[in-house]
């Protein structure tokens, strides 16, 4: 049985590699080759949480777990096995596999639900999951300019030093939310926020939206109106997004449940759906992570790893 360390992960999981995965997980799930478990917690009095999610994709089968407590970092593991016989095959350190899967998935929906001429780019937030965003974004979408607004100023300005320092196009720090907002043709929502972060009129009309800073019910990015006005709603699982999406959950009018709007990126990804038909549609995907992700993500990097 393999360890495979952080470091391994960081160097065997480039993010256009994760986002031609993400494309297959999704394409699995629209098969009904690959199945998947939603996320469970299990919360403690001393507010530390157990969070659990598993997935099967035909090959492998597996389940991220992890630990969290809002005064001290989270900690990620994956474990990986065989389908054909259960055999375990290894356990991950799975920190940056979160957050490769997870912008690679924003990547898949912007590749699908973005204009196509796409070349400017508005990120709200400059933490653990901001530089993944930003470089599938950069695999999919010709940016030309990026701009970056979070709340803490520092950690702003030192994200983008050394992103600029890694890419070569123009990224600088937002003095607001609202003017890095305006005129994005793409805005990546990567927050712990609990309210929303921007409004519907700093939005083009014929912006993409990629929102997957929350996955608790009682927590959102986007405001009312965003959903409610946006022409899709992708989501990663309806199921899933039923129980903890509180973009749409803590949307007043419900009725957003029952429209054709809301549709899940499997059926994007296959096809059955086209959610950009016209340039001037506004379009969201609602993220929350699938354990489908970490399954073929993982089995990728074992693969690459045995050989090493």
């Not at 890095?180 to 083009?204: E, F, H, M, N, Q």
């Not at 029952?258 to 038909?277: A, N």
Request: hydrophobic fraction near 45%; glycine fraction near 6%.
């Amino acid at each position: 049985m393999l360890s495979i360390t952080e470091s391994q992960v960081q160097e065997l999981l480039p993010i256009p590699d994760a986002i031609a995965l993400m494309k297959t997980a999704f394409e699995k799930l629209a098969s009904g080759e690959a199945l998947i478990q939603p996320r469970r917690r299990l919360i403690l009095p001393t507010a530390a949480v157990l969070h659990y999610m598993a997935a099967g994709d035909g090959k492998y089968f597996g389940a991220k777990i992890y630990a969290t407590h809002p005064r001290h970092r989270a900690h990620f593991t994956f474990l990986l096995y065989r389908a054909e016989d259960a055999e375990p095959l290894a356990v991950f350190e799975a920190n940056s596999l979160g957050q490769i899967r997870t912008g690679a998935a924003s990547g898949l929906a912007t590749e699908f639900m973005a204009r196509e001429d796409a070349q400017t780019l508005a990120i709200i937030g400059s933490g653990f999951q901001a530089r993944s965003q930003l470089e599938a974004m950069l695999a999919v979408r010709p940016i030309k300019r990026v701009a970056v607004w979070s709340r803490n100023p520092e950690k702003r300005t030192t994200f983008v030093e050394e992103c600029s320092g890694k890419f070569p196009i123009h990224i600088e720090a937002a003095e607001t939310a609202e003017h890095a907002v305006r005129g994005a043709d793409i805005v990546v929502t990567a927050t712990s926020a609990k309210d929303p972060v921007l409004a519907k009129d700093w939005l083009k009309p014929s912006a993409h939206i990629n929102a997957m800073g929350s996955n608790q019910a009682s927590r959102r990015e986007l405001p009312d109106d965003v959903i409610q006005q946006a022409d899709w709603v992708a989501v990663d699982s309806l199921d899933q997004a039923s129980m903890e999406a509180g973009d749409l959950l803590m949307v007043v009018d419900q009725q957003i449940w029952k429209r054709g709007k809301l549709v899940e990126l499997k059926d994007v990804v296959s096809g059955r759906v086209q959610t950009r038909t016209r340039t001037d549609q506004l379009t969201v995907f609602k993220s929350l992570g699938l354990a489908v992700e970490d399954v073929i993500a993982a089995g990728y990097v074992y693969e690459r790893a045995r050989k090493r």
